[in-house]
């Protein structure tokens, strides 16, 4: 095997050598690039788990093998020659937590310290302006998302699978689905990219309906005009899933992947299905929205049963096509126009994720161009408006998706309850199912008086108001407050003794500054100002704390990510990089809304470990 040996500084005996081995090194340094796409969680770090690696067998030339022990005796393969000392770059990896990159062509390497990318605020914050980089987030491509649920109609939000099998409704990541697509439309709005909404109607000219003509059922279509939606077709068709039912033909544009459109169903057997075809293997997938539970499962693959020796056998319906439903029960109202948005793209990537043991290599991510829309079938007895639109993307449905659900689901603490136990620190801190976090309560904040702002509607300003009650109740009573040596600190994670999580800490300060920033001067009460105000002293006391405890999250080469060894007496939590990087990009973001040049200074310090910059030692 050819080797080459890369070199930065003669005179230190470390050097390090690579060979052709390494490109299985470039292969896991791409896995390990995560960008800071945290909703905080306390990811398992399995993706960044020692993989097993071919050992390096070639030497660099010239040199002689040598015997070389590291840290206490261990043995370790080495070579020498006159001036230098080499070893294999797994070891320098492992044991410094570093991450190297061959270049293109293999003759290049380059090391660094840090995996993730140490970003900063490109612009001075407004709180009504996009939501730090969110609009770079894509929170329906995590894997540990389920899907965006159909379920409740207006609330098209995402359903999480991350501490529990079955899919459940997770405060953060709903709030930050909605910054997320509100940053974009901020953003698009100032770069004037305003062709996004630019929509393709179809379904208009009643010719356009088709009828499946089956050997059992036949498909009416009645078309009339309604006083409130004008053009509408009724339909009956039977209700079996394996019937096409009335149909149209979609737009064919890869970029038209969101589909909208309303309809008035008349009872519980009726459902829609969209056709898509994948670019790369011509796939047909059908994605089914039906008014069934689907014990829960947010999305499943449709199976049909065949007998086999008698015994039933469940398998995928055909071959090069697959079919999945969807579950559209709920508050969907029957006998009721609503209006059906939902991301096709999205959705068939969701229902391709969705195995029963799937591994989380198995995420399915699509992007624009991947599939095309083939058709959109009904079944059933309903009604359907002859307007279906297609679009490129449904940013303002799903910040009103989550903003409404935010508003419909809190609960009389002003809180939004984490339906699943949370267990951190190997179970010594457990937090039972219907726990608070603060970040779930400064980032509804921070959806909410958006939403307040760009609808004009109270309700979503009472409910960001009615989220600061549990910012004074302690944790141990339900609340998210909790003292460290007496300084107040806003819980991710309200753990008795407390955790004191650092970056779900910085972002319910955000939510809080973003309330205290709102104008609420066209309102006729004074409550609300009152209010806004104890947001503004909410606010305020945490930036008091963080100045004084920051220093405890520094180790001098990295950060902390949370202060549970201080009450545990454990090992200290240290924080991955991408953890690193998000602690970077919030104290910079709180700097710039302080002008604070502690904190500033902190946070420039922080980037400077990611390069590998220590604090001195003594
Ligand atoms: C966007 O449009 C507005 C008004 O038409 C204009 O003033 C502004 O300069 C445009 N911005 C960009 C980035 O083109
Ligand atoms: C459309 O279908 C519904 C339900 O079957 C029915 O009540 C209604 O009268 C129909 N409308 C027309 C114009 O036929
Ligand atoms: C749905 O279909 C089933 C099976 O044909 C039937 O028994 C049931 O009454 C139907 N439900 C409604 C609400 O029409
Ligand atoms: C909350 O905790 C603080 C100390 O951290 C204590 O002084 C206060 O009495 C507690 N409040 C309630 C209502 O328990
Ligand atoms: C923070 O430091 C940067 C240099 O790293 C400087 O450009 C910026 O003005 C400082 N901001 C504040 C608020 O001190």
Not at 55 to 71: L, M, S
Request: glycine share 6%; hydrophobic share 35%; proline share 4%.
């Amino acid at each position: 095997m050819k080797c080459w040996r890369w070199r930065s500084n003669r005179h230190r005996i470390y050097l390090f050598f690579a060979c052709a081995s390494l490109l299985l090194l470039s292969k896991h340094y791409l896995t390990v690039t995560v960008p800071i796409d945290e909703e905080d969680e306390e990811l398992n770090p399995v993706d960044l788990k020692e993989k097993e690696k071919e050992k390096i067998e070639c030497e660099p030339t010239g040199a002689v093998e040598t015997k070389c022990t590291a840290d206490n005796g261990k043995p370790l393969r080495c070579w020498k020659d006159e001036e230098e000392v080499y070893f294999p770059f797994s070891y320098i990896k492992k044991r410094f937590d570093m991450t190297g990159k061959l270049g293109k062509d293999g003759s290049t390497f380059e090391l660094f310290t840090s995996y993730a990318k140490m970003r900063t605020p490109d612009k001075n914050y407004y709180p009504l302006g996009p939501f730090g980089h969110f609009s770079t987030y894509s929170v329906e491509t995590r894997d540990r998302v389920r899907c965006i649920s159909a379920k409740t109609g207006i609330s098209d939000v995402p359903m999480s699978t991350q501490w529990d099998p079955i899919p459940y409704y997770y405060p953060i990541q709903i709030a930050q689905y909605g910054l997320q697509h509100y940053s974009r439309i901020k953003l698009d709005s100032v770069s004037n990219k305003s062709d996004d909404n630019a929509e393709v109607l179809v379904g208009v000219q009643s010719k356009e309906w088709k009828g499946a003509a089956g050997m059992h059922e036949t498909t009416e279509r009645l078309f009339f005009n309604d006083e409130e939606k004008g053009k509408v077709v009724n339909i009956s068709a039977g209700h079996a899933l394996s019937n096409a039912g009335a149909y149209v033909y979609l737009d064919k544009s890869p970029d038209l992947h969101v589909i909208s459109f309303d309809w008035k169903p008349y009872d519980a057997n009726s459902s829609f299905t969209v056709l898509a075809k994948m670019k790369q293997d011509d796939l047909l997938v059908l994605i089914n929205y039906v008014f069934s539970e689907g014990d829960g499962k947010c999305v499943w693959q449709d199976e049909e049963k065949s007998f086999d020796d008698e015994t039933i056998v469940l398998k995928p319906r055909k071959d090069g096509q697959v079919s999945y439903s969807y579950s559209y029960s709920g508050s969907a109202p029957i006998g009721e126009w609503s209006t059906v948005t939902r991301d096709i793209l999205v959705d068939v990537a969701r229902a391709l994720s969705s195995g029963e043991n799937r591994k989380k290599d198995d995420n399915v991510v699509l992007h624009p161009g991947d599939l095309r829309l083939v058709s959109l079938g009904f079944r059933g007895q309903l009604t359907v408006r002859q307007q279906i639109a297609q679009r490129k993307e449904q940013d303002s449905h799903a910040f009103r998706s989550s903003a409404d659900w935010l508003v419909e689901n809190q609960d009389k603490k002003g809180g939004w309850a984490v339906p699943v136990e949370r267990s951190i620190a190997d179970r010594k801190l457990v937090l039972p199912p219907g726990w608070h976090s603060a970040m779930a309560q400064g980032h509804g904040i921070s959806v909410l008086t958006r939403a307040y702002n760009q609808f004009n509607d109270k309700k979503y300003l009472s409910s960001a108001i009615n989220a600061l009650e549990l910012f004074k109740t302690n944790s141990s009573e339900g609340g998210v407050r909790a003292e460290f040596f007496g300084y107040i600190w806003y819980e991710e994670y309200p753990t008795t003794p407390g955790s004191f999580v650092l970056n779900g800490f910085l972002y319910s300060l955000i939510g809080l500054y973003d309330l205290s920033k709102l104008d609420v001067s066209g309102i006729y009460d004074d409550s609300a100002k009152t209010k806004v105000k104890e947001a503004q002293e909410m606010y305020s006391v945490g930036i008091r704390s963080l100045k004084q405890l920051l220093p405890l999250y520094d180790t001098g080469s990295g950060t902390i990510y949370d202060l549970r060894h201080v009450a545990l007496g454990t090992a200290p939590n240290l924080a991955r990089w991408d953890y690193h990087a998000v602690h970077v990009y919030l104290l910079k973001w709180i700097a710039g809304l302080e002008k604070d040049e502690f904190l500033n200074k902190t946070a420039d310090r922080w980037i400077g470990y990611a390069y590998g910059k220590r604090a001195k030692h003594n």
